[in-house]
């Protein structure tokens, strides 16, 4: 009788245990969690005169110089594109490029929003938020930060101009003007809720009214070609009685806007004999 010996291949058996692991890795694979994306943001828009990111260019390239009104709000609207569920947004707005002068104060501005329509895929963000009407103006900058649930996150950011409702600019008058005579003054207008009026207000402290003179104060409104203009030239010629006294005059120019805003330019004339 034989006997038959029955020697294990170490070798095959390797082989087959390898193929083995390889198969249930590639199926591990298939059935794990896959790695997703960050969130994708497009069409960012904040402010005024701007329209969102032009598609050949870089995600903070600004289309048109943004810009807001202190005292209103600025508006922040972007698409956002996200594999995984949003979990927060966060809005920060900040300066470095201006400082606080007289009533004004420093302004910062940081929100997370959570709120239930932006905790999802492929949330719109839309939101107001209002301007404090005694910071300074000037540029600030805006940040915009999305995180998904597995925290990932991207940022765009951008920077947006904060001007005043009512600005005065190019202003021209003469320094000097005698008695008897007129003088010229002009300067643009600009005021975003249209003009209402403009006001002078001219007088003299300290001027004493000699023989035949008399104290002159002067006050008047301007309304024909001004009003309801959310941009004109004022150019106005104002005549100076010969019995004024001579001296040095406080010269008031007060423009109000529709919504009763208004915005003073104080200067100086000499009235001379």
Not at 4 to 21: D, E, H, Q, T, Y
Not at 115 to 124: E, F, K, R, S
Not at 172 to 183: H, I, K, L, P, S
């Amino acid at each position: 009788m034989k006997t038959i010996s029955m020697k294990p291949n170490f070798k095959f058996l390797a082989i087959v245990a390898s193929i083995g692991l390889f198969l249930q890795s590639c199926s591990s694979d298939d059935d794990g969690d896959v790695e997703l994306s960050a969130p994708v943001i497009t069409a960012f828009e904040y402010g005024e005169g701007h329209h969102g990111e032009d598609e050949d260019e870089d995600h903070d390239h600004e289309s048109e110089e943004a810009y807001t009104y202190r005292g209103s709000d600025i508006h922040l609207e972007a698409e956002i594109t996200a594999e995984a569920t949003v979990s927060s947004i966060t809005v920060s707005i900040h300066s470095d490029e201006v400082t606080a002068t007289g009533d004004e104060v420093d302004w910062e501005f940081e929100q997370v929003y959570t709120d239930a329509d932006y905790l999802v895929i492929n949330p719109t963000f839309h939101e107001h938020i209002d301007i404090p009407a005694n910071i300074p103006v000037g540029e600030y900058h805006i940040e915009f930060l999305v995180t998904d649930s597995l925290g990932n996150s991207t940022e765009v950011e951008g920077h947006v101009e904060i001007i005043d409702t009512i600005t005065i600019s190019g202003f021209e008058m003469d320094e000097t003007v005698a008695r008897g005579e007129d003088f010229h003054v002009e300067f643009m207008i600009e005021a975003a809720h249209g003009i209402h009026n403009i006001t002078i207000d001219i007088h003299a402290d300290g001027v004493t009214p000699g023989e035949e003179e008399v104290e002159w104060d002067y006050e008047a409104e301007f309304l024909d070609g001004y009003h309801e203009e959310t941009e004109a030239e004022f150019h106005e010629h104002i005549d100076v009685p010969a019995t004024a006294p001579a001296g040095e005059y406080h010269i008031i120019f007060t423009v109000e806007d529709e919504d009763g805003d208004t915005l003073e330019y104080e200067t100086h004339i000499d009235v001379t004999a």
